[in-house]
């Protein structure tokens, strides 16, 4: 496997609290990614990163915010989990070269909020 | 939305036989990406096909391309049911992935 960590790998969490999940890389690549994948919506991209602190908005966005301080960190937090973001998340890294290299996948992180 | 989707959603077929899966998207590309995921693991690459390649084989896959159609196709030969799996495509800038074809190998 390619050297990408997610953490925690389940999570349940209240209404309205926040949450952060962490994808941790080792293998220097630029580009990481945050997906969220549900039953009849496939992948779909929240943010992603171009590089230390360059980031940007994906397709659901919104109630979600993002961090890469470090090359090898991209956080994904919830400021107010909804139950709507109750999902399996992966993280994803590529790199060097954008498009034209695959991407590798985590192990992905189950959230629960209730 | 989805720049990829693909079709069918669900496929079942007997061991041993072909599975083919279609992806259409909808902007132009520089490539396009083929993936595989298993029940409650995170997506594998298969393979990529840039937009200048027609067609491109690894192993028992087989992948084309036709970008007037704006469309792809991945072939599976002689199935196994190691296969059985949800199959997405991808384009970049960044990677956009469909709804996935899920795959069913009966033994």
């Known amino acids: 496997d390619a050297g990408i960590t997610q953490s925690p790998r389940h999570k349940v969490t209240e209404t309205g609290t926040p949450v952060t999940l962490r994808c941790h890389q080792t293998?220097?690549?630029?580009?990481m990614y945050w997906y969220r994948q549900d039953p009849g919506h496939g992948l779909r991209l929240i943010h992603y990163?171009?590089?230390?602190?360059?980031?940007d908005k994906g397709e659901v966005s919104d109630g979600y915010s993002v961090s890469r301080s470090k090359t090898e960190d991209f956080l994904l937090t919830l400021e107010s989990a909804t139950s709507s973001q109750t999902s399996v998340y992966f993280c994803?890294?590529?790199?060097?070269?954008?498009?034209?290299?695959?991407?590798?996948f985590g192990q992905g992180t189950r959230l629960t909020v209730v | 939305s989805q720049q990829g989707e693909e079709d069918p959603q669900a496929l079942s077929i007997q061991e041993g036989e072909n599975a083919t899966m279609n992806c259409s998207y909808k902007?132009?590309?520089?490539?396009l990406q083929w993936y595989r995921q298993n029940s409650g693991r995170g997506l594998v690459h298969l393979i990529l096909i840039r937009s200048n390649e027609r067609e491109k084989h690894s192993g028992r896959l087989r992948v084309t391309l036709d970008t007037s159609k704006k469309s792809s196709s991945l072939l599976i030969t002689a199935s196994r049911a190691a296969d059985t799996a949800s199959y997405f495509c991808?384009?970049?800038?960044?990677?956009?992935f469909g709804k996935g074809t899920r795959l069913h190998i009966l033994p």
């Open positions: 991808a384009t970049a800038h960044p990677q956009i």
């Open positions: 293998e220097n690549h630029r580009y």
């Open positions: 990163s171009y590089g230390v602190k360059d980031t």
């Open positions: 902007t132009s590309i520089n490539n």
């Open positions: 994803a890294i590529s790199g060097p070269r954008q498009g034209n290299t695959e991407a590798f």
